[in-house]
C-alpha cells in the first residue's frame, strides 16, 4: 500500500495569512506516460463530507476559489491557502488515487491564530 | 444533479454483519466508466477507503478488510450496498458513498454513523 504522510498535524494561521501544508507518499504518484501526480486534496468541515479541492495535484476543483493552490510531484506535494478565511477552517487531508487500495493523509486541521 | 445517500443501521452488536445501501440519483451504473465507492470514518480520525464497484462489476477492496467486505450493485434500483462481517467496536465510525471520477471520488453522500457496542 501507498502510505502518505501529512504535516504538520495541525496548524493555527490569521485570518488572511498564508497557510501551508505538506503530504508526502512512500512511492511516486507520477504517471510517467501522462505526466499526471495522481495526488489530491479534500476539505473536512465538521459534521459535513469531505468536499474535492485539488485534483492532479494542482488542478482546482470547478468552484474552488483561487486562493487554494496545489503544488508537487512525485512524492512531495503542497496545499497552500495564501489568505487564509474563516471558511476555511477545516480538516485538509490528501488522497492518493494512483493504485488501489486508494489512500488517504492523516489530515491538517487549520485554525485561526 | 448528482446526489447519493447512504442508509443503515446505526447500532450493531460485535461479531453481526453490517449492511449499508447507497441510493443515488443523478447517474447510472449501466453506463461505462462509472463507479460507487465506500469509505469511513472513526469518530475523530481520519479517512478509510474501504471498496469500489464500478459499471462492469469490476470490484476493489481494501486489503485489510477484503476478507469480512463485499460490494455489490444493483443497476435498476441505483443502489450499492456494501456488507462487513463479523465487527468491532472498532468498526464504530461514519460510513460514506462517494462517486469516484475514474479512483477520485469527487461526489460524497453526507454519510451515516454506525456504532457497534454490545
Known amino acids: 500500500d501507498i502510505v502518505m504522510n501529512q504535516s504538520p498535524d495541525s496548524l493555527a494561521v490569521s485570518l488572511g495569512e498564508r497557510a501551508t501544508m505538506n503530504c508526502r507518499s512512500s512511492?511516486?504518484?507520477?504517471?510517467?506516460?501522462?505526466?499526471?501526480?495522481?495526488l489530491a486534496w479534500y476539505q473536512q468541515k465538521p459534521g459535513q463530507p469531505p468536499e474535492l479541492l485539488i485534483y492532479w495535484a494542482s488542478t482546482r476543483e470547478s468552484g474552488v476559489p483561487e486562493r487554494f493552490t496545489g503544488s508537487g510531484s512525485g512524492t512531495d506535494f503542497t496545499l497552500t491557502i495564501s489568505s487564509l478565511q474563516a471558511e476555511d477552517v477545516a480538516i485538509y487531508y490528501c488522497?492518493?488515487?494512483?493504485?488501489?487500495?486508494?489512500?488517504f493523509g492523516g489530515g491538517t486541521k487549520v485554525e485561526v491564530k | 444533479q448528482i446526489t447519493l445517500k447512504e442508509s443503515g443501521p446505526t447500532l450493531v452488536k460485535p461479531t453481526q454483519t453490517l449492511t449499508l445501501t447507497c441510493t443515488f440519483s443523478g447517474f447510472s451504473l449501466s453506463n461505462g466508466g462509472v463507479g460507487v465507492g465506500w469509505v469511513r470514518q472513526p469518530p475523530g480520525k481520519a479517512l478509510e477507503w474501504l471498496a469500489l464497484?464500478?459499471?462492469?462489476?469490476?470490484?476493489r477492496y481494501s486489503p485489510s478488510l477484503k476478507s469480512r467486505l463485499t460490494i455489490t450493485k444493483d443497476t435498476s434500483k441505483n443502489q450499492v450496498v456494501l456488507t462487513l462481517t463479523n465487527v468491532d467496536p472498532v468498526d464504530t465510525g461514519t460510513y460514506y458513498c462517494g462517486r469516484p471520477r475514474g479512483r477520485l471520488i469527487d461526489y460524497w453522500g453526507q454519510g451515516t454513523l454506525v456504532s457497534v457496542s454490545s
Open positions: 512511492q511516486s504518484l507520477l504517471n510517467s506516460i501522462n505526466n499526471k501526480n495522481y
Open positions: 464497484i464500478y459499471w462492469d462489476d469490476d470490484k
Open positions: 488522497q492518493q488515487y494512483y493504485t488501489t487500495p486508494l489512500t
